[in-house]
Structures are given as C-alpha cells and as structure tokens.
C-alpha cells in the first residue's frame, strides 16, 4: 500500500495530487529539543543564584531512590535545609514518604510520561522559593532509558544499581551511566546471595565513563550512608 | 516513550511554523534525527503517526533522515566523527569536549499545498 496516499499502488510520485505550482517548500531548521534545554539552563542559573546544590537521581524502578532519599535527609538536615521532586507517573506516594522524613516535596505525575523535563522541573523551583544554600533532590522517573537524554539543570548526577538487578546494567544502558556523575551500588546486603560480580560492573563502567566515583551501600544497615553524606556536602561546598 | 513527548513539540512545532490562513495542508515534514540525540528515528516516526492521526496532520508525510555526530577535542584542536557518547580523539584518545553535530532532533522544513 502507498503510504502516502493510501491507494494500493506501491510508492509512487504524487505530482498529480500536489501539484508543482500549489508547493511549497517552507525551511524551518528548528530544533526540538533545544526549548528544553534551554529550561535546564535557567534552572542552573537559578541553582547558582540560589546556591543550590541539585542532584538528579536516575534509577530503573525498585532500586532503592526513594529510601536513599529518606536517609539522606536524615543525614542532611542537621546541616541544610533539604528539598525534594519526586517524578512518578502516578501517585503521590513517594512525595509522602519524602514528608514524612521531614523534607520539603513536591510530586510531578508525569501521566504517560518516561521521565521528567527541565520545563517540568523549572515550573516548580520558578513557582516556589527554594531554600538558599540548600540541597534539591530529583527523584527522577524509574527508567534507565529516557531520563538520561535529559539535562534538568542538575549540579550531578546520580545513578543507582542495585545488585539485585544483574551486574550488566553499565553494558546495556551505556547512555545512563556514560551521562551520570557517580554510581551507587545498593544493596550491598544482599550480595551474598544474588549472582552480581562487582568486578564485572566496574569493568563495564570503566570501559563506559573512566573514573567514575563508584560508591557502595547498604540502605537496610546503613553501609556506606556516612560516604555518600560526606559525597553530597563535599559537592555542596565545592560547587561552582 | 520519549518519543510522545518529541512528537507533541514536534506537532507543536509545525502548527507554529505555518500561516494557516495561506496553508491549504501540511504535506510533508522532514525531520533530522542525531544520530547521538538518544532518539530512534524509527520509533519517533510511529509516535508521530499514532499522535497525529487524530489531527489534521493525519495524512502528513514524515520523513525522516539520520544526522551523523562529531566531537570536538579540545586538546588537540581537531573535529572527529562519532558514533557514541564515548567515542575518543583519534589523535590524543581523549574524550570529546563538546559534541558539535548530531545530538539534536530538528524540524528542517515542511511541504505545504497552498
């Protein structure tokens, strides 16, 4: 079937239904992705006004984001005021739990949506007055696909595996972890007992992103949790 | 997908781009896809053909041709293709700065029947 005009000829010219007088050619060279983008840099510009420090978190779904969060918060709040979004496609589930942590949260039910977009982030920090020199989380959608294309205007970038999902989520979802600025190993815990070879991931991830700061944790027992707090302040202070 | 959302600023896009009041029907539009834009050209072509097909754009030809992408290393000053986000000078072996081509999806023109 043509696809054009539905007939069941194969392709074929369609001079005769456009005819060369009534086209024409109209140039638009007009990027779409760029009005996004351009979001992300008013949000790293409001960022740095405000000295924010944000860290967008990228995970596939179940690997531990939402309690990294609320430990996180736990460890951070003694120092910064701390301030979450939480991107799920439905409920407000996690924004409740961030709450009940005691952090500020906002949720963003992206519907149909794979992943949240910097105009989607900047309508909540452009419309709310974040704490200055504080700490924003984004708890981006569960996805290691989508969210890394997409800059939000974060300061870095975190990605989480956990051992429970197999040791080659560096090899197959190259473009998340090539995008990201630190890896964390969860669930450290449970190694024993599931087939993950950490030597394995780490030879991807070096093969993917040389030097990339890999850090381990074990969010049930608190492994690891004192290093990733001293990572987050560290980045705060050290921020541009 | 993220392709649903490419494709509503995609339609977006076009609406924004034609003089309805001249423009009979959008017959054609090309669109070129980086080849390090994280986008499957063929995907987005069926998102935008399930999207548009309960809008005007229904009958719409979309075509869609591949960009190639190429770094910039800074260190050695040199333009070099590329095929991945982690492709390396092949001069020096260092990363690119800056990607320069090819990590972008743009609308490059339309066909109209005025």
Request: hydrophobic content about 40%; some cysteine.
């Given at each position: 079937m043509c696809e054009t005009c539905g007939c069941g000829e194969k392709e074929h010219d369609h001079e005769d239904l456009f005819p060369e007088e009534n086209r024409r050619l109209v140039e638009v060279k007009q990027s779409v992705l760029q009005e996004d983008r351009a979001f992300a840099e008013k949000n790293r510009q409001l960022f740095r006004e405000r000295h924010i420090t944000c860290l967008n978190v990228v995970s596939s779904p179940g690997s531990g984001k939402t309690l990294l969060l609320e430990r996180s918060i736990r460890g951070l709040l003694p120092f910064s005021a701390v301030t979450v979004?939480?991107?799920d496609q439905q409920t407000t589930r996690d924004s409740d739990r961030i709450r009940k942590a005691g952090a500020t949260a906002f949720q963003i039910n992206t519907g149909l949506g794979c992943h949240l977009t910097a105009r989607m982030i900047h309508e909540v920090v452009s419309s709310h007055v974040l704490p200055e020199n504080s700490i924003?989380?984004?708890?981006?959608?569960?996805?290691?696909?989508?969210?890394?294309?997409?800059?939000?205007?974060?300061?870095?970038?975190?990605?989480?595996m956990s051992v429970t999902e197999g040791d080659d989520k560096p090899a197959k979802y190259p473009f998340m972890f090539?995008?990201?600025?630190?890896?964390l190993i969860n669930k450290m815990d449970l190694l024993p007992y599931v087939d993950y070879s950490i030597d394995a991931a780490l030879h991807?991830?070096?093969?993917?992103?040389?030097?990339?700061?890999?850090?381990?944790l074990s969010l049930k027992d608190g492994t690891g949790m004192g290093g990733w707090i001293d990572w987050?302040?560290?980045?705060?202070?050290n921020r541009p | 997908m993220h392709e649903l959302s490419l494709s509503l600023n995609i339609l977006d896009l076009v609406e924004r781009s034609v003089d309805k009041g001249k423009v009979r029907?959008?017959?054609?539009?090309?669109?070129?896809v980086g080849l390090l834009s994280g986008v499957d050209a063929g995907n987005l072509e069926e998102m935008l053909k399930m999207v548009a097909?309960?809008?005007?754009?229904?009958?719409?030809?979309?075509?869609?041709?591949?960009?190639?992408?190429?770094?910039?290393?800074?260190?050695?000053?040199?333009p070099f293709p590329m095929t991945y986000l982690w492709d390396v000078c092949p001069r020096c072996g260092q990363r690119a700065g800056k990607i320069t081509e090819g990590d972008d999806v743009e609308v490059a023109s339309i066909i109209v029947l005025e």
């Open positions: 979004i939480e991107g924003l989380f984004i708890e981006n959608v569960g996805n290691l696909v989508c969210p890394a294309m997409f800059d939000l205007g974060e300061t870095k970038r975190v990605v989480i090539y995008s990201s600025d630190i890896c991807d991830l070096k093969h993917i992103k040389p030097g990339m700061e890999v850090l381990y987050i302040r560290k980045t705060h202070n | 029907q959008v017959c054609e539009v090309r669109i070129e097909a309960t809008t005007e754009y229904a009958d719409v030809r979309w075509v869609m041709t591949q960009k190639d992408a190429s770094g910039f290393c800074e260190k050695c000053c040199l």
